[in-house]
């Protein structure tokens, strides 16, 4: 158990304003007992890991040169803000059995310290300036200082910042912490120009920052707290846009983190000692399910097949893409955006790209998923992971997938139930030329079964079960729920009819149909947001219809790391319950 005692500094430091008492040896103290505390709040509940340890000694340096809340520091991602959390009153956090009273990034309910909310990347330099400009506007004073790790510049956004914050008249301080890596490493040929700024000390004429209008200092020695000082007290108070570029090393402190710097870039749970984690996965998943079939049509199949993602191959297992087939491996950094446009133009050339990302990220990339890929019908495949119901952050739900591909023409969403299915579909997809396809794994265990049909282009139920009076339609990886709902419903005396929707963008008009004859209630059951969702479909296809529609999902609401659980209690996603619901309407 850690916690903090009166043979630490921290127990003196209970703000900013304790820190600028202390001595250099103190603060060099400090940063040792800081990273304790991080590493044993990740180790138990999980988090940010590397990028944490890494900026120890410049969220020191910062709270001892400037004036927070005053000076205004914006945290790009905000998932190395742990130790400004923990020097903002908020070290208890840290401590065991406190580590629910604080988010995993930038809160503004929680400190006066904290000015957004944010858990994506690459938005820091566009705040920062938004914030300075206001500042202007106002007659006020105060610097204004963002954060951006190096793998951040990859994002559009960033660019967009740079562009704007560049005319700024007046202070805007931006730290680019440059440590070499992005979540994996970083991609792209922003990154050979900046180790030619680190190979010449920040001294080479050809120089990104200084050509977009800033004024540019180099600082290679990150870690080295003393150095930093001296640079922020150098240049604070200045009258026009700078940037630092500052070097640090990404999880020092803990030599695991050091060297795994993937691996240790956000973890779950784990071992401090061996560095493994203590929740052991499933030996069969949808991810390695994918990965098989990939690997397969790479190597044996199909020429043409490439794989797409943007900074994240560890959330899908690509890096086994990565290692062995190079050449058929895109990785565009954070650029949700770029990848869905790069997708569009290699499937309208014939090439196969398989595009991966994350429910949370895919939404940077709508206006592409519009303009580029649907409008063009261009036949890329594009895989969602982490759509579900999650006890996530609210900068990282889930949940809002559905609604926005459904409601965008030309893309056909599919959601698998089973291995099978997923297979069938993966092969389908890969085949047709005719329009965008893309597949939700589901988030729950696998699950197996025998496959309907193997041509996707129209929508076609199946019918795992007929009855009367009662259907159940159960969304991809809530088809298992569903299972239960029967199974409740049988107790209770009603042979209901369950089925497997199987694509989400489209109605099977003949198989809704078909219930009005001898089905009073159908329940639908997705694992996302009801607003827009799939269910709100099909309620509306009985809109003029004696049938009473039952939809199940989540409400459109952010949850800040509520147990899934208790999200499964509130939405009433309990088999008893939506049986007990379907007995009242009949």
Not at 6 to 13: E, H, I, M, N, S
Not at 133 to 138: H, K
């Amino acid at each position: 158990m850690v916690k903090i005692d009166q043979t630490w500094v921290l127990d003196k430091v209970n703000g900013p304003e304790d820190v600028k008492k202390l001595t250099v040896p103190e603060m060099k103290k400090m940063a040792g007992e800081m990273r304790k505390l991080i590493l044993n709040r990740d180790s138990k509940v999980g988090g940010h890991v590397g990028p944490n340890l890494g900026v120890v000694e410049l969220t020191i340096a910062f709270h001892y040169v400037f004036d927070s809340p005053k000076d205004k520091i914006i945290w790009d991602v905000s998932h190395q803000s742990y130790g400004h959390k923990i020097l903002t009153g908020r070290k208890q956090g840290f401590e065991d059995g406190h580590f629910s009273e604080i988010s995993g990034f930038t809160s503004p309910a929680e400190s006066p310290h904290d000015f957004f909310t944010i858990g994506h990347t690459s938005t820091s330099i566009g705040l920062a300036t938004g914030l300075a400009t206001a500042r202007d506007l106002q007659g006020e004073k105060g610097n204004v200082v963002a954060l951006i790790g190096d793998g951040s510049l990859s994002g559009g956004l960033a660019f967009e910042g740079l562009n704007n914050a560049g005319l700024l008249k007046s202070n805007l301080i931006i730290i680019v912490n440059d440590n070499q890596m992005s979540i994996d490493e970083d991609h792209g040929s922003l990154y050979p120009h900046l180790a030619e700024l680190r190979r010449t000390n920040g001294k080479s004429a050809n120089n990104i920052f200084k050509a977009l209008g800033f004024d540019y200092r180099y600082l290679g020695e990150g870690n080295e707290l003393e150095k930093v000082i001296a640079l922020f007290q150098d240049i604070k108070d200045i009258d026009h846009p700078i940037v630092l570029h500052i070097c640090t090393e990404k999880g020092l402190g803990y030599p695991l983190a050091m060297e795994h710097k993937m691996e240790f870039h956000w973890k779950p749970p784990f071992d401090l000692k061996t560095g493994k984690n203590l929740r052991k996965l499933p030996a069969e998943t949808y991810n390695k399910i994918m990965m098989d079939y990939l690997e397969k049509r790479i190597r044996e199949d199909d020429p043409k097949v490439v794989a797409i993602d943007a900074a994240i191959p560890g959330t899908f297992g690509l890096t086994r893409i990565k290692e062995d087939y190079p050449e058929r491996y895109f990785d565009a950094g954070i650029a949700e955006q770029f990848t869905i446009t790069f997708a569009t133009a290699l499937a309208s050339a014939g090439v196969r790209p398989v595009v991966f990302h994350a429910s949370t990220f895919l939404q940077r990339a709508y206006d592409q998923l519009v303009h580029d890929l649907a409008i063009n019908k261009s036949p890329a495949v594009l895989i969602v992971g982490s759509g579900d119901i999650s006890d996530s952050d609210e900068t990282h739900q889930g949940t809002f997938d559905i609604p926005m591909i459904t409601s965008i023409p030309n893309i056909k969403y599919l959601a698998p139930t089973t291995k099978e299915e997923l297979l069938s579909m993966l092969d389908w997809a890969l085949a047709q030329k005719e329009m965008p396809v893309a597949i939700r794994l589901p988030e729950h265990r696998v699950q197996h079964g025998e496959v309907l049909t193997n041509d996707y282009s129209q929508p076609l139920y199946q019918f795992l079960q007929r009855g009367t009076k009662v259907a159940v339609l159960g969304l991809g990886g809530f088809l298992p729920l569903a299972e239960e709902v029967i199974s409740d419903l049988k107790e209770k005396g009603i042979q209901g009819t369950l089925i497997n929707p199987g694509t989400i963008s489209e109605l099977d008009e003949g198989a809704l149909e078909e219930l009005k004859k001898d089905h009073q209630v159908v329940i639908t059951l997705e694992d996302g947001s009801l607003d827009g969702g799939f269910g709100e479909q099909v309620d509306h296809f009985y809109s003029d219809a004696q049938m009473n529609v039952l939809n199940y999902g989540a409400l459109k609401e952010f949850n800040e790391d509520v147990t899934r659980e208790i999200l499964y209690d509130r939405y009433h996603l309990k088999a008893a319950e939506i049986a007990d619901e379907a007995m009242q309407r009949l």
